[in-house]
């Protein structure tokens, strides 16, 4: 790695953009990289923690790579989740001088002017069942083509006829499943190099980082069943071949991956894990509700094992004992909101707190009802204008009206006091929240990974306060509740997935009856 230790940095960067010596490094490394093509090197996995600034050094890479083709190149090819396009557009104008570097975004009105129409597709193409082709010529001028992994998949023939200099995977778990559609689409594109990007490599299992290498360099870790064999059965089981079979495994994937930590790279403010808040009494009406949830389980259960349907019943009682901890009036609106639920209770005394350092907080929550409720509740005790939510149902696009990066936008800028209020599976990657300093979980994942990338909208480059992470947890003294199962679950979970090659899976039903959250 000394070798590439001086990147080679474009001229288009504007002049104020300054790098961190990791992501000079970074960029190096992927010039070198680039370098061995001809020696049959395809491509690379930049693992780096989030919150340390990939797209800032991929898109270093792409323009240096843009201006040294000059206009004879192929392009460049970026997929991304649909939350991010803007950003990444966003990005690219804001460090560089774009002359010369023309984007195509491959979304929304720009795809369909470039779609071939159904009457327009040959009948010997529709015979083969094809029904997403783009025009011919398509690309025009552009330099780089901006997409979806949803494009990706559904026009997977057009943008697999075309060549590429090099293609990026942003976030790049979305091709971690070796038998979907997505995964397929993307293993099929002509490219001199490959680039996955992401800040999870392993999210659940070492069939994720067999994914994502079989995409950038075909065939190093063989096929997935003997990877299986020699790898992730021995790691994943502990057997006595475990450590011997995680050195191969590192030593074969070293070259081709780079993982850099925050706390061993940049210089950030501590971030801080409250414990005052995991043992919040749960109240009389919720003690109340959770029998009778657990009453009602058994009932059901004995019916649905019946027919086969057991999981049903499992996923239906989890659900429940969720919303009784979290938010009782989900289930049934009794009594005072604030006497009968000691987690709200909880935020509304803390939010007072925050309020009076005149900071910000992030509240995650993947449940559409306790956003709505939150965001009347806050606005009410706080004389609040607005709570933003930003969930599945926001628009992406500026087109469709506020969008979830104008939305954030709008509230970083903001002065003072503020919430915003976050969909875990929405918005848990990619976009940065560095006004915020308070994150606060008001109900968990399933897999801690998810969390903690939740956690890194905020604490990342760019932050410069102290941040505090809160997972509000209501327990019993009369038994253990869901809540403080799962709490204890993932932080299991969270200490075994500290390497990068143990993965952190959702909770699933092996675990829900193994830990007793249901019997």
Not at 240 to 245: E, F, K, L, R, V
Request: net charge neutral.
């Amino acid at each position: 790695l000394a070798e590439c230790s001086l990147p080679q940095l474009p001229a288009s960067l504007r002049a104020e953009i300054k790098l961190h010596a990791h992501q000079l490094h970074g960029v190096a490394w992927l010039q070198n990289l680039f370098g061995q093509v001809s020696h049959k090197v395809s491509g690379c996995l930049l693992a780096d923690d989030m919150g340390l600034g990939k797209t800032l050094q991929l898109l270093c890479f792409i323009a240096w790579h843009l201006e040294r083709q000059a206009q004879s190149g192929l392009p460049v090819l970026i997929v991304a989740p649909v939350s991010l396009l803007d950003n990444w557009e966003r990005e690219f104008l804001r460090f560089f001088h774009t002359h010369g570097m023309p984007v195509l975004k491959l979304y929304g009105s720009a795809l369909s002017e470039v779609k071939l129409k159904r009457e327009e597709i040959p009948a010997s193409l529709k015979a083969q069942g094809i029904r997403n082709l783009l025009r011919p010529g398509w690309v025009g001028e552009a330099k780089i083509v901006l997409t979806t992994y949803d494009t990706l998949r559904d026009q997977e023939l057009s943008l697999a006829r075309q060549k590429w200099s090099i293609v990026v995977c942003d976030e790049a778990q979305k091709i971690k499943n070796p038998a979907a559609l997505v995964t397929k689409a993307a293993k099929a594109l002509q490219a001199d190099f490959r680039v996955a990007c992401t800040g999870t490599p392993v999210e659940n299992s070492l069939t994720d980082l067999w994914c994502l290498f079989d995409f950038v360099q075909f065939g190093l870790l063989g096929a997935l069943n003997d990877f299986g064999r020699t790898y992730r059965r021995p790691i994943e089981c502990k057997t006595d071949a475990d450590n011997s079979a995680l050195d191969t495994l590192r030593a074969l994937i070293e070259p081709q991956i780079l993982r850099r930590m925050k706390e061993d790279v940049v210089d950030l403010p501590s971030k801080h894990e409250a414990q005052d808040c995991r043992a919040l009494g749960m109240s009389s009406m919720q003690d109340r509700l959770y029998r009778s949830e657990l009453s009602k389980h058994a009932e059901r259960a004995a019916i649905l094992q019946k027919a086969g349907d057991r999981n049903i019943a499992v996923l239906g009682l989890l659900h429940s004992l969720k919303l009784v901890c979290a938010h009782p009036h989900a289930l049934r609106p009794e009594g005072d909101l604030l006497d009968v639920s000691p987690k709200m209770r909880w935020l509304m005394s803390q939010l007072e707190r925050i309020r009076t350092a005149g900071e910000k907080a992030i509240l995650f929550t993947e449940l559409r009802d306790i956003q709505r409720d939150l965001r009347l509740t806050i606005m009410d005790r706080f004389g609040l204008p607005d709570v933003p939510v930003v969930n599945g149902d926001t628009a992406t696009s500026s087109a469709r009206g506020p969008n979830r990066q104008g939305i954030i936008d709008q509230f970083q800028a903001r002065q003072g006091f503020g919430v915003i209020i976050l969909s875990t599976a929405a918005v848990g990657f990619g976009v940065n929240v560095q006004a915020a300093n308070h994150v606060i979980h008001f109900t968990r994942s399933w897999n801690p990974a998810k969390e903690d990338q939740a956690t890194d909208r905020a604490y990342r480059i760019g932050q410069t306060r102290e941040v505090h992470v809160y997972y509000p947890t209501v327990v019993s003294a009369q038994f253990e509740t869901f809540e403080y199962k799962l709490d204890v679950l993932l932080g299991k979970k969270r200490a075994l997935a500290s390497d990068m090659l143990n993965g952190a899976e959702d909770v699933d039903d092996d675990d829900a009856c193994r830990w007793g959250f249901v019997s």
